[in-house]
């Protein structure tokens, strides 16, 4: 459940604005409403909120101080998480605020876009929470394997199982032609360096983790030692 700020001073929008959401969208609760930029800051700083519906338009509020407060008091957390409503596309605006903005809705207002778009967010949020879970997953299994995460291979190491997982490849070829390059590009290194640091953290690794465990986690036997592409489809296999 994702908790709504509205901050709308439009009676008659506010009031289809929560029928409809309440109606189509069950993972939105609306939390609060906001008439008035004060109560808006109050709000953004006391309550738990984690999307935004932001209408430019207001006459009763200047809306765009909205965005200028949460920018000015480091409210990260709402980048990616609101939807603008105006009556004009403000470039300007738009430019220094953007990265908060999720869509921007102008012109025409239009309650199917805006809600469509609001589906959109939340759909977004899902995913990410997701990978936030599977990012965990992964960094426990490493760990429980006495990954030493001091040695920068094993955080090329999972980046390199989560973004296998993101795509729901496991093909070795996969992995060394497009998987190693994501990684390398992400960290401005070169294919080689990240493939050659995930082997040394895995080498590093085979020496430290018990080897009953290795045995167990692995299904492997003393003469057939896992290389980190077998590390990689076990920890994938588990997620």
């Not at 480091?74 to 300007?92: C, D, T, W």
């Not at 394997?145 to 729901?168: C, F, P, Q, V």
């Not at 032609?177 to 294919?191: C, L």
């Not at 360096?193 to 690794?205: K, L, Y």
Request: proline residues 2%.
């Amino acid at each position: 459940m994702y908790n709504l700020l509205i901050i709308e001073d439009n009676t008659k929008y506010l009031r289809n604005f929560i029928n409809i959401i309440s109606d189509e969208i069950p993972k939105v609760k609306i939390n609060h409403v906001s008439f008035g930029e004060e109560n808006s800051f109050k709000i953004l700083d006391k309550q738990s909120i984690d999307l935004i519906l932001l209408d430019l338009k207001s006459s009763n509020l200047n809306s765009s101080n909205v965005l200028k407060y949460i920018d000015e008091h480091g409210l990260y957390k709402y980048k990616n998480s609101i939807i603008a409503i105006s009556a004009e596309l403000n470039v300007p605006y738009v430019l220094k605020y953007g990265s908060y903005l999720f869509s921007y809705h102008f012109e025409n207002f239009d309650y199917d876009s805006i809600i469509e778009s609001l589906r959109l967010l939340v759909d977004e949020k899902d995913n990410s929470l997701l990978l936030s879970n599977i990012k965990n997953k992964i960094h426990n299994e490493l760990e429980f394997l006495d990954y030493n995460y001091s040695y920068i291979g094993t955080t090329y190491l999972e980046e390199a199982i989560l973004e296998l997982y993101k795509i729901r490849l496991d093909f070795d070829s996969f992995l060394s032609q497009n998987i190693y390059p994501i990684v390398a590009r992400k960290n401005k290194e070169d294919v080689d360096t990240v493939f050659n640091n995930i082997s040394q953290a895995t080498s590093v690794m085979l020496k430290d983790c018990d080897e009953s465990k290795l045995s167990e986690y692995l299904h492997y036997d003393k003469f057939s030692k896992p290389d980190a592409n077998d590390i990689i489809l076990t920890i994938l296999n588990k997620l």
